[in-house]
């Protein structure tokens, strides 16, 4: 059973940083195809914001391009998302995903809050 547990958010200024991080069992993120972040702003569908492949590429929305970063530490068996100049729309509940053998794996969500 692949269980991924988010951290990290929390209340913050416009502005400012956080860092969310997503662990697993061991070798759950050496096993993913890919592993994404993914938010849900309040009242509006869950939409990805940061996409990590195996071979090490990255993508991200247009939205956080130049100020969110997604890396993986598989050693630590950790994904992170490194958000900086936060704005009052990121707004959201962030969670993680891992796609092993085609099936997707979530975490429960950690909130992240911008305040203006």
């Known amino acids: 059973q692949v269980q991924l547990v988010e951290s990290g958010g929390g209340s913050v200024q416009a502005g400012g940083s956080l860092r969310l991080s997503c662990t697993a069992s061991r070798g759950t993120f050496s096993s993913a195809s890919f592993m994404d972040w993914f938010r849900q702003p309040p009242g509006k569908e869950r939409e990805v914001v940061a996409t990590?492949?195996?071979?090490?590429?990255?993508r991200s929305a247009d939205s956080v391009k130049g100020r969110f970063t997604i890396s993986q530490d598989n050693a630590e068996n950790a994904l992170y998302l490194q958000m900086n100049s936060l704005k009052p729309e990121d707004t959201a509940m962030y969670y993680c995903r891992a796609v092993i053998g085609g099936h997707g794996y979530w975490g429960q969500g950690t909130q992240v809050t911008v305040s203006s």
């Open positions: 990590i492949v195996s071979d090490g590429s990255t």
